[in-house]
């Protein structure tokens, strides 16, 4: 069984498409890199996937998994780094699962926490403020976060974004890893050469679906050029989409 | 001589020791929302909010006289009233829910003001407007002290969905739907404490010793759990030197308490250790990492 499948999936805003009719399925263990320009989808589509935007159409199925089964790492930006909280409490909140509302941090959770700070290489920086850190150091903890949900399917959206060749190669080790362990990977990327030496499937997104396979026979310069050229579209004025959505993959 | 001007204006007068119980009631609930109003940029809905619980309590004033119960149900009513209109109009319309909120609040402080003037006098006016914390009769601490509880209590459930809302709200829709309650139950919290609060400092003040507070310990502390702690010492603080300061000068009790809170804020902003001015101006020599 798929760990994910698409069926004719559109997600968007207000009724408009970002995403439109995107069929396929990606396989548990799966390690996929996401590209396309800027404004293709590729959030929008994450997004999807984690439940926080539901398909304007069709349907996307998370292979049996819980919602609580997915780790998602956020765009740096969506975070509010001014909010006085700890790197300790901040990556503690990856164990909502166990803990929800109520649950105390004991003495376990409070050595799985400190492992997951060091396993990123922060140890020492538990009782700093997340204000303080370089965007580097933040998205260590992102990452040090997404190791303590334990998660089957972990989603990353652009996670080498702003950050020094040491610190990507570190993170990039963790994702391999994860991959290693037969979780499902699925990253919004934009490094190219990163997508073509170390994910083994891409989806190329322009709005819509440019091509989705084995990396090798995806990433050519004509579908590049295809995404390229999609142009940026919301117009209120707009029809219904009459589309019934063409199939653009089944693994 | 020290004992006669801090401490003999409580032991003597059972109103002041009233007022001092709610301003301690008050800083005990007030502050903790206040922080929260602050870290989620919230401080001037907060305010707004404020002026909106107005034509509900002039509701309850108009059909009851000063009668806390109606003016209190009143102004949850009006409260809760205004902030789902708000959000409602800003989602049916593009409009941003703070320039929204801003026209509904307008609209209730007239409308409050007018309802009063129908039946009462300036002085009610002022009560209504400034509130009188040196008036507060037993029931009426009573209802303060239970609304205090209500939202410490309330507060703890929602703290930790609250906390992670404010930080990584997109995390937390991924993990859990407690945020749009917790959101919710925050926004009533707001409600509830400004009626409380409405009592003892009228509308024009009742946000002041939740937001003031938040901001005073914002200076002291990059925690939460200290920020919260230091708000409340600051509010009750304030609300102690206020009541001395009102009692000894008979300056109106409300403003006092706002004042002094104010006094505290500058004293902040100049000496704070996170961001004041003066550890800025002298930060002292630079640490080895």
Known sequence: MAQLAFRNVTLGYDRHPAVHHLNGEVAPGALVAVIGPNGAGKSTLLRGIVGILKPLDGSIHLGGLDARDIAYLPQSADIDRTFPISVFDFVGTGLWRAT???????????????????????????????????????????????????????????????????????????????????????????????????????????????????????????????????????????????????????? | MVYDALIGPFTEFEFMRRALAAVIA???????????????????????????????????????????????????????????????VARSTGLKEDASLATFYLASLALGVTIVSIKGTNIDLLHVLFGNILAMDDQTLLVVAFNATVTLLVLAVIYRPLVIESVDPLFLRTVSRAGGPAHLAFLALVVVNLVNGFQALGTLLAVGLMILPAGIARFWTRDLTAMICIAVVAAAVAGYAGLVLSFQTRVPSGPAIILVATVLYIVSVLFGRVGGVVRQMFPGRHLEA
């Open chain 2, 26 to 88: 008050l800083s005990l609930a007030g502050a903790p929302i206040g922080v929260f109003l602050m870290l989620r940029r919230m401080s001037l809905v907060g305010d707004a909010m404020a002026h909106a619980i107005l034509p509900g309590a002039a509701i309850g004033f108009l059909l009851s006289g000063l009668n806390l119960f109606a003016m209190t149900a009143g102004g949850l009513i009006a409260g809760f009233a205004v902030a789902i209109l708000a959000g409602v």
């Open chain 1, 100 to 251: 929800s509302l109520f649950g105390g941090i004991g003495k376990a959770a409070r050595e799985k926490i400190l492992r997951a700070i060091a396993s990123v290489g922060l140890n020492g920086f538990e009782n700093r403020p997340i204000g303080t850190l370089s965007g580097g150091q933040m998205q260590r903890v992102l990452f040090a976060r997404v190791l303590l949900q334990d998660a089957r399917l972990i989603v990353l959206d652009e996670p080498f974004n702003a950050i020094d060749s040491k610190t990507t190669v570190d993170l990039l080790a963790l994702v391999k890893h994860w991959h290693g362990e037969g979780r499902t990977v699925l990253a919004a990327l934009h490094d190219m050469e990163m997508v073509r030496t170390h994910f083994s499937e891409t989806l190329i997104l322009a709005r819509g679906p440019v091509a989705w396979g084995p990396t090798a026979e995806v990433l050519t310069p004509e579908n590049l050029m295809v995404a390229m050229r999609m142009c940026e579209a919301f117009d209120d004025t707009a029809a219904a989409c009459a589309a019934d959505g063409v199939s653009s993959r089944a693994a």
